[in-house]
């Protein structure tokens, strides 16, 4: 079993900056995938960015170039640092954690952008 924990989201202006956070505990490998996946109110959940243990990151397309994923040294934690905020990245984070067939989810963070 593995658990993750949350920290970070909150309310900021369009144009300012949040970090996240999530750690991870229990039976953890040296091999697994790390991410952030959003979902807004009325829309399915979707891919905001991943890293493998080996340094790898994929990002959707709506964050290239504004959010930036980063590892723990220790591999059992995962950052999201967001910049240049929009409205329309209003949704509740959550945090993903996946080795070979299992994966495990945060509770989820509440990031809100006004305008």
């Known amino acids: 079993q593995v658990q993750l924990v949350e920290s970070g989201g909150g309310l900021v202006q369009a144009g300012g900056s949040l970090r996240l956070s999530c750690a991870a505990s229990?039976?953890?490998?040296?091999?697994?995938?790390m991410g952030w996946y959003r979902q807004a109110p009325g829309k399915q959940r979707e891919l905001v960015a991943t890293?493998?243990?080996?340094?790898?990151?994929n990002y959707a397309d709506p964050v290239k170039g504004r959010f930036t994923i980063s590892r723990g040294n220790a591999k059992n934690s995962v950052y999201l640092d967001m910049n240049s905020l929009k409205p329309e990245d209003t949704a509740v984070y959550y945090c993903?954690?996946?080795?070979?067939?299992?994966?495990?989810w945060g509770q989820g963070t509440q990031v809100t952008v006004s305008s």
């Open positions: 229990g039976t953890i490998f040296s091999s697994n995938v």
């Open positions: 993903k954690f996946q080795r070979a067939s299992s994966e495990y």
């Open positions: 890293m493998t243990s080996g340094g790898r990151t």
